[in-house]
């Protein structure tokens, strides 16, 4: 099967697999040097060939729960070979960059999408999964359901991305997981970290994120890579690495010293941010570079934090990706010292993000009167009852996290708002 690669949907690659294992993408003629489909991959004449897929296409593949879905709709066989998957979801990706197969239009809109219906409808697991089921596969002909069972219960979560969205569901195992992101996100947002838009459905049970992989000056897509795929890591190995890395691999894609150093700014942000609000699900896929052109290139806003910390199966997990050598919660200097040594953050500079971030994590318990009043519906108050007691917890662990670091006085002095 030859696939066919697009930028902003114009066809500037062919992508196939001729003997089932090692992937070859040939640049078509005459394709321009902006027109790239990575940074790992710049415009030229010789193919270019990997032992596997490129990790460029990689980033997209569906896991998990579309994953099944996927199967569960199309046949097993869809799962059997990357080239099969991404013929089916690759005019769906997050970035500009898109893959279909012959004579499929990449501009051709998915399934039509009713936000209200999300924010004020069903989200219960199975409403979730019909709706990722008539979503998934959108744009695929013919197709006959196989066998309908699986439920999003078995995984750990579900997402679904969308045009102009990204719409994850909540599961029995993580009670609270959509209003614990949202809220953990509006920590980021008070905190005046880059952002990803949030909102949370009336039932409390999925969280609608808006996508910032889309230019709506240029009505365009933005390139996307996150350092998973950077990093030439396959999604699986995305806790394999460690901060340095990340750093490191920023700096060789990042040429321009002003993007650099704005970029590892905005990283050291995002760190310290991980730490205090105890998200041990950080890891190399959810750290990314959005992108104009190679020279023009920044960080991507805060996207999926939450505090794990809360949930009886991870509250002993440590740091997803190590710094220092170590992965801990309690990384005493060597944060500071990483923060400093590799971020260029200086040392007034870091007690001040400290406190943001902190003042942050104070001022969002107080939210949690507001989404307790009785005009919620019943299951939002339960879930609030739940989430309370976490978000009361985790705020304790991110004292602990900060103070781990470098004292904060802030915290101490803002007691007296805490609920
Ligand atoms: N706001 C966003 N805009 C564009 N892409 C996003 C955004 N948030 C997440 N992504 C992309 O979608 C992927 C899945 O989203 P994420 O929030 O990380 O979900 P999950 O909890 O399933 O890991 C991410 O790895 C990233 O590539
Ligand atoms: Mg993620």
């Known amino acids: 099967m030859k696939l066919h690669v697009f930028v902003h949907n114009q066809a500037v690659a062919t992508l196939e ?38 990790p460029m296409f990689r980033m997209n593949l569906p896991e998990g729960f579309l994953l099944s879905i996927l199967q569960e709709e199309l046949g097993p066989h869809v799962g059997a070979s990357p080239l099969n998957l991404l013929a089916v979801v690759g005019r769906n990706a997050i970035g500009r960059v898109k893959v279909a197969p012959a004579n499929a239009d990449p501009s051709q809109a998915p399934v039509a999408f009713e936000v209200s219906e999300i924010l004020r409808g069903d989200n219960s697991e199975e409403a979730f999964v019909r709706l990722v089921r008539r979503h998934a596969v959108s744009g695929v002909s013919g197709v006959v359901p196989k066998f309908l069972s699986n439920a999003l219960g078995e995984h750990k979560k579900g997402t679904l991305t969308t045009e102009r969205l990204i719409i994850k569901g909540t599961t029995s195992r993580f009670p609270g997981l959509a209003l614990n992101e949202h809220l953990c996100m509006e920590v980021a947002r008070r905190a005046s970290l880059p952002t990803a838009k949030t909102d949370v459905s009336d039932d409390g049970q999925a969280l609608i994120v808006e996508r910032f992989d889309y230019d709506t000056s240029t009505q365009t897509r933005l390139g996307m890579e996150d350092l998973c795929s950077l990093l030439a890591l396959r999604p699986e190995q995305k806790y394999e690495t460690t901060w340095e890395r990340i750093v490191n691999r920023i700096k060789d894609v990042v040429t321009s010293p002003e993007h650099q150093t704005k970029i590892l700014s905005d990283l050291a942000d995002q760190i310290l941010l991980t730490y205090t609000l105890k998200n041990a699900d950080c890891h190399s896929k959810n750290v990314s570079l959005l992108y104009r052109s190679k020279t023009d290139i920044w960080l991507a806003p805060v996207y999926d934090m939450l505090t794990t910390a809360v949930y009886d199966d991870y509250a002993k997990n440590p740091p997803g990706l190590s710094l220092g050598g170590r992965s801990t919660w309690k990384p005493g200097k060597s944060l500071e010292i990483f923060l400093q040594t590799r971020c260029n953050v200086r040392p007034a500079q870091l007690k001040q993000r400290i406190e943001r971030i902190c003042e942050a994590v104070v001022s969002v318990t107080p939210v949690f009167p507001l989404y307790a009043d009785d005009s919620f519906s019943g299951p939002f108050s339960a879930l609030t009852v739940l989430a309370l007691g976490p978000m009361g917890r985790s705020l304790h662990r991110a004292e602990a996290a900060c103070s781990a670091s470098v004292s904060v006085t802030t915290v101490a002095g803002s007691k007296g708002r805490m609920v």
Request: charged letters at 20%; aromatic letters at 14%; zero cysteines.
């Open 17 to 54: 697999s001729p003997d089932g294992f090692k992937h070859v993408m040939t640049y078509h003629e005459s394709v321009a040097d902006t027109q790239f489909t990575s940074l790992l991959m710049p415009v030229r004449t010789e193919s270019y060939v990997y032992p596997e897929l490129h």
